[in-house]
């Protein structure tokens, strides 16, 4: 099998596996039963939260545990709007962020907030100066995603942030879903108050996400209940989730300190190669992240090259897993101005740090070959 | 362009006549073993200045730690550039972008190398404009300016500085010897301990224990909040002395209402004897004047009739909410107030006497004999040597 839709899922780590076994069967005591079983448990849910704070340089109590990507991004919107909403309702995000941030600022409009969505351009980069002219008196959230899940542009976070710094009544979120462990992404003084991740975009498990919420930044609750998490996301903590998390990210931070240059060789054999293929349009800019090719073969349905490329074990996906079920058109390539003929036939390829060249070279040779086989059926 | 050093300013101490050169090594000594963890991190004195070469190093992290350093006043971060007009000019706006918190801004330039060609007036307009020009929000002020951003040309090149980060003040741990801190896990002894180590005193710690009536959590604060410690100063020995049987043979033995003064009298000679194996001159408590009963003017007066070692007693003048304060300001308030039982909350007395009399406890200790008691209980110490380096237990090792 050839898998090259790592921005959907990743195969857990054998070793992040094995840590979740073990907490299942040696610490499942409830972090917060007060024998010594919980003891030992929540002494394990403390040193998971250091380690996490630790490689992501912020400080453990600004660490909140969650269920993922999703969960993180609407406890950070909906908490800011409903805790803040007294300062304003205004909010600022992008025309191409996941449907869990995008969804989130349209259901709040519902609830009487108003939402600026800046356009990106052809890079699916947003401009600074749209940023600029968005923030507004009553702006009390800007929510921008680091790298896109389906283009893999990546966001000027660190300008976004300079500028959030100069407005000390507003809230920044990142949605870091796609960047962690590929994009480096400074936390701490750079203006961001909250950063969510996931953990089986790096070979953690599903299930189980981080969310980074700076000190200074308070938050209305989505769930209430027992206190967990600094009161900001009760629930009995996935202590095995937890624990397998902040293992898969040790490894992730380690792996793209050694590796993250291979990766950019791998997507950049891609790009070369695919160019040079009859039919196929490169939708990814240059300085997009390394895990992710999006490219475009009109006059071919993605779903037939999918299944194409499926029957010989390879596998890549059409747009983001999560809205592909939405409808044919990509959201993020049409916000970026390709054509409909181009952005109805959108694939994406996202590698992981276990690709290998050989790899690439027989995925490369198969979409060829069913490129090929396909126009001459046509024919 | 990154900040490449940071430059320590010690205050006090410059007071402290022949002695200053044993406070200012001790000083560079504790800096120097705080920034350990980072690779080719130094630090360095010269020309009457202390300063830390950041190597690369993430110069935020490494201000974080020595800002933890007892004895500096205060600290900068710190650029280094070659005596170049358009190098300190970037330099000069790299400063100021990474001030925090800053509206208003003054240039203040000093030429101490005439050779250098613009004058310190011009330099100063220059810079000025140039950072205008290239920031949005700031204005200048040159009355009151939220932060100076400081231009030093000298002979071997121009070190510009922003932000003025307070220190902690204080005496470098260690340059006023070593104290026993009686560590119970509430919310004052802690902060006692942090007090003592401000003005220069090294602690070790000691905490009675009493399974199984108090439990392994409530041990483990203990460490937790001796760790907190840790990281304004070094590592700190902590003494744990079983104390069931003892705790339990006062409870037994002693009239109810005086119990608990004699409990703290046997915590006092134990401490002690303590201090004399381990060369430890003084005893350091969270003790506070009429916070509880068993804090009154008496009790102070009959429980310290068991020793004649110095008691350091940093909060006993101090309002409850000055000590919260600061609690949260060090890190132990958190650890602090989970609600472990500790040893002086499981046998609580009906009525303490509030106004307990040294002839009344002399008689009652008189008629019963605690020495193998105690004995058995200093004995039976478990030290704990605690330091500020990251640690994970082993049973957890390959987990993460």
């Not at chain 2, 203040?108 to 330099?123: E, T």
């Not at chain 2, 989970?338 to 008189?366: A, G, H, Q």
């Amino acid at each position: 099998m050839i898998y090259l839709d790592n921005s959907a899922t990743t195969q857990p780590d054998p070793s992040v596996l094995e840590s979740f076994q073990q907490v299942s069967e040696q610490f499942y005591a409830n972090p917060s039963s007060i024998h010594q079983f919980g003891g030992t448990a929540e002494k394990l849910l403390k040193t998971a939260k250091i380690q996490a704070a630790d490689i992501l340089q912020v400080a453990p109590r600004e660490i909140v545990f969650t269920s993922g990507g999703t969960e993180g991004n609407n406890i950070a919107i909906k908490g800011i709007a409903l805790e803040h909403q007294s300062r304003g309702k205004h909010i600022i995000t992008t025309e191409i962020e996941h449907p869990s941030v995008y969804e989130t600022c349209k259901g709040l409009e519902k609830l009487g907030f108003e939402v600026t969505y800046l356009p990106v351009n052809q890079q699916g980069v947003i401009s600074i100066e749209d940023l600029r002219n968005a923030i507004r008196e009553d702006t009390i959230l800007i929510s921008i995603m680091h790298v896109n899940n389906e283009l893999g542009s990546i966001q000027p976070i660190q300008e976004i942030g300079e500028i959030a710094k100069q407005h000390p009544k507003l809230f920044f979120h990142v949605d870091d879903v796609q960047g962690l462990g590929k994009v480096p992404l400074k936390l701490d003084g750079s203006g961001i108050d909250l950063c969510s991740f996931s953990a089986h975009k790096i070979h953690g498990l599903k299930g189980t996400g981080m969310l980074y919420v700076n000190k200074h930044t308070t938050l209305f609750p989505l769930f209430h209940g027992g206190n967990q998490e600094h009161a900001i996301r009760s629930g009995t903590e996935n202590l095995a989730g937890i624990v397998a998390m902040v293992k898969a990210l040790r490894l992730i931070v380690e792996r793209e300190k050694k590796e993250v240059g291979r990766l950019y060789e791998l997507q950049a054999y891609l790009v070369k190669e695919l160019k040079e293929v009859d039919g196929v349009f490169i939708n990814t800019s240059k300085n997009a992240a390394p895990h992710i090719v999006n490219i475009s073969v009109p006059g071919i349905k993605p779903e037939v090259m999918i299944h194409m490329l499926g029957e010989q074990n390879i596998f890549i996906s059409t747009k983001s897993a999560c809205s592909s079920k939405l409808k044919d058109e990509s959201k993020v390539l049409a916000e970026c101005g390709f054509s409909l003929e181009r952005s109805t036939s959108a694939l994406r390829i996202s590698l992981s740090y276990d690709n290998t060249m050989d790899e690439i070279k027989v995925f490369l040779e198969a979409i060829k070959k069913a490129i090929k086989q396909f126009k001459e059926a046509m024919e | 362009m990154e900040f490449d050093h940071i430059l320590i300013r010690y205050g006090e101490m410059a007071l402290k006549g022949k002695n200053i050169k044993q406070f200012i090594n001790k000083l560079q000594h504790n800096v120097g073993q705080k920034i350990k963890e980072f690779p080719d991190a130094k630090v360095k004195r010269t020309q009457g200045r202390m300063f830390v070469l950041l190597n690369g190093n993430d110069p935020k992290a490494v201000m974080e730690k020595c800002k933890k350093v007892f004895g500096i006043q205060s600290l900068s971060l710190a650029i280094k550039v070659e005596n170049d007009v358009e190098k300190i000019k970037d330099a000069a706006l790299y400063a100021l972008r990474n001030a925090e918190d800053v509206k208003t801004f003054k240039v203040s330039v000093k030429r101490i190398n005439k050779d250098f060609d613009v004058r310190s007036q011009a330099l100063n307009q220059m810079l000025g404009g140039h950072l205008l020009s290239n920031t949005e929000g700031f204005t200048v002020d040159v009355h009151h300016p939220d932060v100076e951003v400081k231009v030093e040309i000298r002979k071997e090149a121009t070190y510009i500085t922003s932000s003025i980060v307070p220190g902690l003040g204080g005496l470098p741990v260690g340059t006023s010897g070593k104290s026993l801190l009686l560590l119970s896990g509430g919310i004052d002894s802690p902060v006692a301990g942090y007090l003592a180590m401000k003005r220069g005193v090294a602690i070790e710690a000691i905490h009675f224990h009493s399974p199984p009536f108090t439990s392994e959590r409530a041990k483990q604060k203990v460490l937790d909040l001796a760790k907190q410690l840790t990281k304004y100063g070094k590592s700190i020995n902590v003494h744990i002395v079983p104390f069931t049987k003892l705790q339990q043979e006062i409870f037994r033995e002693m009239p109810d209402e005086y119990a608990m003064t004699i409990m703290r009298r046997m915590m006092f000679r134990i401490a002690e004897s303590v201090c004399r194996n381990e060369n430890i001159l003084s005893l350091t408590t969270g003790e506070n004047l009429g916070q509880v009963a068993s804090q009154t003017m008496d009790s102070m007066h009959t429980i310290n009739e068991v020793t004649n070692y110095p008691i350091i007693r940093p909060l006993v003048t101090m309002d409850k909410l000055e000590v919260i304060n600061i609690a949260e300001k060090i890190g132990t308030y958190e650890t602090s107030i989970l609600p472990f039982e500790d040893c002086c909350t499981i046998f609580v007395p009906k009525s303490p006497k509030t106004k307990p009399k040294r002839e009344k406890v002399n008689y009652y200790e008189s008629t019963h004999d605690f020495t193998a008691s105690i004995n058995e209980a200093i004995e039976g110490i478990e030290t704990i040597k605690i330091t500020d380096k990251k640690e994970i237990e082993e049973s957890f090792g390959d987990l993460f």
